[in-house]
């Protein structure tokens, strides 16, 4: 990574947005799901998940991380919602939980083992994940990033690939520390859409929104970013033929990018605007929606 004229980080990989970027401090917020039933999705997400109840009224609850104010997940109930079909739908493939550190991975990988709860495991060499889906079939990520210096590139793209992670040894990581929850400085470290088409993807996330693109030959998927992460989004066509959710599907209601500033979220809805989508100010950012529907919410950091 370099520092350009202006300050702001620049790296050596990926292909920057051609128009519009968004800045390097952009990151993943909070996501809004829709769910059948309340208490066992709750129950859920608390006790196998680790995430804290950090509000509660009726038909919804906010969690977050230990000590976190500021929420991670919402879950709304919906009445007559079924969970998700097994051809899938657009939108929602995960929502991806970063831990601040390997240790804290290896502890949770300890904690599923410990009560039996089962989970898909990748090594990306760029990360360390596990792969959860809650009580509706909604796709959850926990995953640990390698340190950037052991990233590696190919011809400008990250490399990244699904290999067997060795679980073993990511657990020796922890060091006996047994699993308390989601620990502070646990975030939302990215999104994985299904969605139709990559180029209108790319379209809508690449060119019109900002991103940069980090991998673009992965089969069937794109993985996008801002300030050279190795990607706060990824889209793949993985669920061909399936449809957007319908209004009593489990689904992923809402996903919110965070900006620095409020400039950089009105300069990101202008750019969305010129391109013919729609952008709707409010006090609580801007929403947009992508070719397939699913919502995104751009907030301003402060």
Sequence with gaps: MRTSDDGADTVDYGIPAPGHRLPAGTRVGGVRLQVSDLERSLAWYRDI????????????????????????????????????PMRGRLG???????????????????????????????????????????????GIEVYADRPRSA???????????????????????????????????TIMGHMHLHVGDLREAEAFYHVTLGLDK???????????????????????????????????????????????????VERARASLVAAGHAAEASADGVLAHDPWGTRLRLQPES
């Design 49 to 84: 998940l680790g995430l804290n109840v950090i509000a509660r009224s009726d038909g919804r609850a906010s969690l977050g991380a230990l000590e976190a104010t500021v929420p991670l997940v919402e879950l709304r109930f919906v009445p007559g919602t079924q969970p998700v």
């Design 151 to 185: 990233w590696r590139q190919r011809d400008r793209q990250l490399v990244m690939a699904t290999e067997p992670l060795d679980l073993a040894d990511v657990m020796r990581a922890a060091d006996g520390t047994s699993w308390q929850g989601m620990p502070p400085g």
């Design 214 to 264: 980090m991998v673009w030959s992965y089969p069937g998927a794109l993985f996008l970013s801002a300030g050279g992460y190795h990607h706060h989004l990824g889209v793949n066509t993985w669920a061909a033929g399936a449809t957007a959710p319908g209004d009593t599907d489990a689904q992923l209601q809402e996903w919110e990018l965070v900006l620095p500033t409020s400039d950089d």
């Design 92 to 138: 929602l493939y995960h929502f991806a939980i970063l831990l601040p550190d390997r240790a804290s991975l290896g502890a949770f990988v300890a904690h599923l083992q410990e009560i039996g709860a089962p989970a898909g495991a990748s090594d990306h060499f760029v990360s360390e994940a596990l792969y959860l889906r809650d009580p509706d079939g909604l």
